[in-house]
């Protein structure tokens, strides 16, 4: 579907910019910022042209998740989520659901939320406990879902829940019958995202709104959304360390102690030297895992894998490395400084945490080996 037809302008993420510190104070993307990213044409990216979107590259798309994570992790997390939904919907959901619901997302006129994680079920999401019970005219779905991005504002959920059939993906709207929302708890980082936790008490979805079938919830549809939401968060996570090296570097230039500029002490450089390191390292990671998505390439999945944890820990360093830079003003709360330690904090959390993604990565690599010296050593 992907054809390079998109690009973020840079001139769209200097109009957010310019308001981002205010919304994160008040802890929340406003909806004016939501349009001004779906005029950009980013909520349709990943629908296809004949339901109304403009399908952009991997790394067209990775790259507006990166401009966007400069401004607010926040904000960047709705390309992240909106994404994964409009991906799902066009590959697997009803053809009456993507006539009538594909247009509207794509023009960000509505916004999609992707809801899995339970309270019992982050990072090992075999363990949902969320229910769909068949009934004559649809499914009836019971269970809470929790920290949604995006859930109190969006208008559309996936939401995965477990049928007697298997796990599956279900469509479904803001306003059906038992869904019903609240803030979550105001977290440290992501303060501006709309988290929400999602009650669903018998919440009946008509037949056509399961998105692939019972039993492929998981090992298709959440995995496939997955990859491309952690790409999504490793070029999120670059923006996020750009723009701590830019204050690190600002503050490095600025401020003098002991007589003399903080960057011209050797220690801070080491400082300012492991930021970019790991940082274009990161980049170059991330670059290659859309190229390699953008190829259908077998090893595809695994690069995204490596790209996420490398960002994440890179957008960590940056963070840390700036906040120590920034003494005592880097830890008042609500400062640029500590919102972005803060986010930092998250990248590692969310779409796979650090230590479960070393898992997978170390699996794929050890199958990889195993499969090449099998015929060598026989
Ligand atoms: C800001 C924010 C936004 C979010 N948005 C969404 C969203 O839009 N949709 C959604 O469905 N969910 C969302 N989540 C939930 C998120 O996906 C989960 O928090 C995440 O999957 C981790 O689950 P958990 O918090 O239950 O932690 P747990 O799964 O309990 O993990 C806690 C810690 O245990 C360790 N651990 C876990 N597994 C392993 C392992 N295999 N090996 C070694 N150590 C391990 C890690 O150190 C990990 O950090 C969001 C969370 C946050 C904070």
């Known amino acids: 579907m992907n054809t390079v037809t998109g690009r973020f302008p840079v001139a769209a993420r200097d109009r957010l910019r310019a308001e981002a510190e205010r919304w994160e104070r008040a802890g929340a993307v406003p909806r004016t910022a939501v349009a001004t990213i779906a005029r950009t044409g980013a909520l349709g990216a990943m629908v296809p042209a004949e339901y109304g979107g403009a399908p952009w590259s991997h790394a067209a798309y990775g790259d507006a998740n990166r401009l966007l994570g400069t401004v607010s992790a926040a904000a960047q997390s709705l390309l992240t989520v909106h994404g994964m939904v409009c991906r799902s919907l066009a590959r697997w959901g009803a053809p009456a659901v993507r006539a009538d619901w594909l247009p509207r997302l794509a023009a960000g006129v509505e916004i999609g ?123 999120g996570a670059l923006g996020v360390a750009e723009a701590c090296r830019d204050a690190t570097l600002h503050t490095a230039a600025q401020r003098r102690r002991f007589g003399r500029r903080l960057g011209e002490f050797q220690l801070v450089q080491g400082l300012i030297a492991d930021t970019e390191v790991a940082l274009e390292g990161a980049r170059a990671l991330a670059q290659r895992a859309a190229r390699a998505l953008d190829d259908g390439d077998d090893w595809a999945v695994a690069q995204v894998l490596t790209a996420k944890l490398a960002a994440s820990r890179a957008a960590r360093l940056a963070a840390d490395c700036s906040a120590q830079l920034h003494g005592a003003e880097g830890l008042a709360e609500g400062s640029p400084v500590e919102r972005r330690s803060q986010d930092a904090r998250v990248l590692e959390i969310i779409e796979g945490n650090t230590q479960l993604l070393q898992q997978l990565i170390a699996e794929q690599v050890t199958a990889r080996w195993r499969a090449a010296t099998t015929g060598r050593d026989a």
């Open 113 to 235: 939320a992707f809801a899995l994680t339970e309270e019992q079920a982050g990072s090992d999401v075999s363990a949902l406990t969320c229910t769909a019970r068949p009934v004559p005219d649809g499914w009836r779905l019971t269970g809470v879902k929790r920290w949604i991005s995006f859930g109190m504002l969006a208008d559309v959920f996936l939401v995965f829940a477990r049928t007697p059939r298997g796990q599956a993906a279900f469509a479904v709207r803001a306003d059906d019958p038992g869904l019903a929302r609240e803030p979550e708890a105001r977290t440290a980082g992501f303060r501006a995202a709309h988290l929400a936790r999602l009650t669903l008490d018998d919440c009946a979805v008509p037949a056509d709104r399961l998105v692939g079938r019972p039993g492929f919830g998981l090992a298709e549809v959440a995995a496939r959304a997955l990859t491309l939401g952690r790409l999504c968060v490793a070029f």
